[in-house]
């Protein structure tokens, strides 16, 4: 009997103790804790269109990455990816839109193969599939002017060799190319173009 009686004035005296200290604050979910250090706006909200970090209004890009969205924009903010909120808001270079699919890569065979291509064969290779997917997303009359400037600098090699022996490697090579979005095959062209290309292409992802 008196052994009972000293667990429970223990279990009490314990529950005195425990009544000193506040309760454990909930977890942080990781979308909250993206929200810490924002800069310049805030945080991606789904009934805020006119919001940066906003996935549905690619007609609202908000910042300089999601400018053409979804063909000529820059590859996806990281930290949208991540669930969180972009700490560059408007001033981010990365797209703040959903990307439904992947961009096609080139795999290190490919990589190898554009590495021994010239320029111009590179530009000879590149811009009919850039043309052929400006004409199906419906931006060919937009993205003439740039077509027209890669063109010129095509010309500017001269008589430099443009054609590639074809066979199983360049086939694949093609069929690589022809999945890609226009923002990427335009990254593989500009690299070693001059900076008037360069400016050309900004204006037409300004302009779609």
């Given at each position: 009997?008196?052994?009972?009686?000293?667990?429970?004035?223990?279990?009490?005296?314990?529950?005195?103790?425990?009544?000193?200290?506040?309760?454990?604050?909930?977890?942080?979910?990781?979308?909250?804790?993206?929200?810490?250090?924002?800069?310049?706006?805030?945080?991606?909200?789904?009934?805020?269109?006119?919001?940066?970090?906003?996935?549905?209004?690619?007609?609202?890009?908000?910042?300089?990455?999601?400018?053409?969205?979804?063909?000529?924009?820059?590859?996806?903010?990281?930290?949208?990816?991540?669930?969180?909120?972009?700490?560059?808001?408007?001033?981010?270079?990365?797209?703040?839109?959903?990307?439904?699919?992947?961009?096609?890569?080139?795999?290190?065979?490919?990589?190898?193969?554009?590495?021994k291509m010239t320029t111009c064969q590179m530009l000879a290779v590149f811009?009919?599939?850039?043309?052929?997917?400006?004409?199906?997303?419906?931006?060919?009359?937009?993205?003439?002017?740039?077509?027209?400037?890669?063109?010129?600098?095509?010309?500017?090699?001269?008589?430099?060799?443009?054609?590639?022996?074809?066979?199983?490697?360049?086939?694949?090579?093609?069929?690589?190319?022809?999945?890609?979005?226009?923002?990427?095959?335009?990254?593989?062209?500009?690299?070693?173009?001059?900076?008037?290309?360069?400016?050309?292409?900004?204006?037409?992802?300004?302009?779609?």
């Amino acid at each position: 009997m008196a052994k009972l009686s000293s667990d429970i004035d223990s279990l009490n005296s314990l529950k005195a103790c425990l009544g000193r200290f506040p309760p454990p604050a909930p977890p942080v979910r990781p979308l909250e804790m993206g929200n810490i250090g924002t800069i310049g706006s805030p945080c991606p909200n789904p009934g805020n269109p006119g919001n940066p970090g906003n996935p549905g209004n690619p007609g609202n890009p908000g910042n300089p990455g999601s400018l053409g969205h979804p063909e000529l924009c820059r590859r996806p903010c990281v930290y949208l990816v991540k669930g969180g909120c972009c700490r560059l808001g408007v001033s981010c270079n990365f797209c703040h839109h959903a990307h439904l699919a992947l961009d096609s890569k080139l795999d290190q065979k490919q990589r190898r193969t554009l590495q021994k291509m010239t320029t111009c064969q590179m530009l000879a290779v590149f811009l009919p599939h850039f043309q052929n997917r400006a004409h199906q997303m419906g931006l060919l009359r937009q993205a003439t002017p740039f077509i027209c400037k890669l063109e010129e600098e095509m010309r500017s090699y001269g008589t430099q060799e443009k054609n590639i022996a074809e066979d199983r490697h360049i086939r694949r090579f093609h069929a690589a190319l022809s999945r890609m979005s226009l923002a990427t095959l335009a990254k593989h062209m500009l690299e070693p173009l001059s900076e008037e290309a360069n400016q050309a292409f900004e204006a037409l992802r300004e302009n779609v």
